[in-house]
């Protein structure tokens, strides 16, 4: 049954005026821009919208017959989706960048876009959709993704390598923690961050037969 991800505590309300704005972007469409300078680690917008079952997302897709690879889905795991072109909220405008500037955090089935690193007023933000999708990568499968983020490490389309890749996210602990947790790999795991799963947000979608896995770390 779909239902309406809850929404997110304001997080500008906190440090008083509007950190993000959406604005017409250079990348592709509209965007999303920092209003003021953000903070590495920051939280700026949670995924809103309505989640799905991947049937369902099968059903409704795509959003426009004139550019079915623009869609405003973003992929939480093997059975839920969230729609945002149903109640969701700024951040489904958020392009995608083979270099980001933020990342996608799920937690408990809820995505939040988190700065990577610390970001200047007036910066558009992104973070990297990381689509995976099962068959063969061929040329004209990665031109119907094409990216234009325009970095130096642009792969040249939003299709993310099937190997040796892993989603950007936080830094890695430092080594005298990471040893520590090597030590306790046998104890029962607890609950906590989980890597973010692929989003299939403004230029993906799960197209009729074809359905995008997610790149775990």
């Known amino acids: 049954m779909p239902r309406t991800a809850p929404p997110a505590a304001d997080p500008s309300a906190a440090r008083g005026g509007r950190r993000i704005q959406v604005r017409r972007s250079g990348v592709h469409g509209r965007g999303v821009f920092a209003a003021q300078d953000i903070a590495e680690g920051e939280v700026l917008a949670e995924y809103t919208g309505e989640v799905i079952s991947w049937q369902e997302a099968q059903d409704r897709h795509p959003h426009d017959p004139k550019q079915p690879n623009h869609t405003f889905y973003f992929h939480v795991d093997e059975d839920r989706v969230i729609d945002a072109k149903h109640g969701g909220n700024s951040s489904r405008w958020i392009n995608h960048s083979c270099a980001p500037n933020c990342y996608a955090d799920e937690r408990g089935g809820r995505i939040f876009i988190t700065a990577l ?7 558009e933000l992104n973070y990297d959709y990381g689509l ?5 990568y061929t040329p004209k499968l990665k031109a119907e993704y094409p990216c234009w983020c325009g970095s130096p490490q642009c792969r040249g389309t939003l299709l993310a390598p099937k190997r040796g890749w892993a989603p950007p996210g936080p830094p890695a ?3 005298e923690a990471q040893t520590k947790v090597k030590a306790q790999a046998k104890a029962p795991p607890q609950p906590g961050r989980k890597a973010a799963a692929r989003p299939e947000t403004r230029a993906a979608a799960p197209a009729p037969q074809r359905k995008a896995r997610s790149p775990r770390r």
Do not use: F, K, V
């Not at 690193?117 to 910066?123: C, H, S």
């Not at 995976?132 to 063969?136: F, L, S, V």
């Open 132 to 136: 995976i999708i099962d068959e063969r």
């Open 173 to 175: 602990p430092p080594r």
């Open 117 to 123: 690193r610390n970001i200047r007023a007036g910066e």
